[in-house]
């Protein structure tokens, strides 16, 4: 218990100083648009693109990774449809909840992979971010379509994923050190200082993205997708890693991956196909601060059966 919190309190300790800043209003509300745009169309991308051509990817199981993600996330839409046709919520609550209860913050889940883990870990959740980003934003689509009946875009979602750029990142670096080619040290280099920016900058923009107004304007499904996240999600890992994963590490990986507060990302998609972004706004802030204690002491538990 005491390594997992020693790891990750650094993490959870700069999401605190991002949202003081915000709130103290520095360096300013334009700051932080920028400052995540930065993050996701560069910093992030050179982080993995440099760490996988260095780490040792051909030991990193990837059909096993590959099939826990598949069934976590089937099996998680499974659940959140048989409550919401047991007891319903309204159609664009409903969306926010299974984004809440969904999608997972990758920016805390690397910073806290390469916390706890190193390099290794990074290499790990690059193959688990290349599986579940693709799936996961098919299925968002997929379910806002069926609940605000609203044509969601399947072609235009398709592209978004075939272009993200942590997609595209995670197969260059994949590329670059099976093929022997790596990087070249002049560029190597240089993607190292950036590497370095990028975890510190992600957290301090997820902390300062924090709505604790829309978080206390919120009911009960804050809670309940939160339960289902950060507490259903890991026990279904957990025994799936049993019945089909062998590499202790690994499973720590996706023990870690699977006990994450839900994305940011998840508001933009709120508002752009007719959800409900304010309480998406609530479930992202209240995930996120429960995150800092159930993680430690959800991992720290399940440790325990490996």
């Known amino acids: 218990m005491s390594e997992i919190l020693t790891a990750l309190w650094p993490v959870f300790a700069l999401l605190c100083v991002g949202h003081i800043i915000r709130r103290s209003g520095f360096p300013g509300d334009g ?10 169309y ?19 199981p990837v059909s096993e990774v590959a099939l826990a993600v598949v069934l976590l996330l089937f099996s998680g ?3 959140l449809l048989g409550i919401q046709w047991l007891k319903p919520l309204a159609n664009s609550s409903f969306t926010s909840v299974y984004q809440g209860g969904m999608r997972f913050n990758t920016y805390v889940g690397l910073a806290s992979s390469a916390a706890l883990f190193g390099d290794t ?34 072609l235009s979602a398709l592209l978004a994923v075939v272009k993200n750029p942590l997609i595209v990142a995670c197969f260059v670096g994949i ?18 200082l950036l590497s ?10 997820v902390g300062a993205g924090l709505n604790l107004t829309a ?18 999600f890991p026990c279904l ?30 508001y933009v998609l709120a508002r752009q196909l007719g959800g409900d972004a304010v309480l998406m706004s609530a479930i992202i802030t209240g995930q996120t601060l429960l995150s800092m204690v159930l993680m430690p002491l959800v991992l720290s538990i399940f440790t325990l059966f490996l």
């Not at 648009?33 to 996701?40: D, M, Q, S, V």
């Not at 093929?179 to 190597?188: T, Y």
């Open 175 to 192: 590329f670059l050190n099976l093929s022997g080619i790596g990087l070249p040290w002049m560029v190597a280099s240089v993607a190292g």
């Open 77 to 79: 839409t499974v659940i």
């Open 215 to 232: 978080l206390r304007k919120a009911g009960g499904a804050v809670i309940y997708s939160s339960v289902i996240k950060l507490l259903l």
């Open 121 to 154: 870990g990074v290499a790990v959740a690059a193959v688990i971010i290349a599986v579940m980003v693709p799936l996961l934003n098919l299925l968002c689509v997929l379910i806002f379509s069926l609940y605000t009946r609203r044509d969601a875009g399947y």
């Open 42 to 60: 560069l910093l992030f991308p050179t982080l993995l693109v440099h760490k996988l051509s260095l780490a040792d990817v051909g030991a990193v």
């Open 196 to 205: 370095g920016i990028a975890l510190p900058l992600a957290l301090l923009a």
């Open 31 to 40: 700051f932080w648009e920028p400052a995540e745009k930065l993050i996701y």
């Open 237 to 266: 890992m957990l025994l799936i890693c049993w019945l089909f994963v062998d590499s202790p590490e690994v499973v720590q990986v996706l023990l870690l991956f699977s006990a994450l507060p839900t994305a940011p990302s998840a």
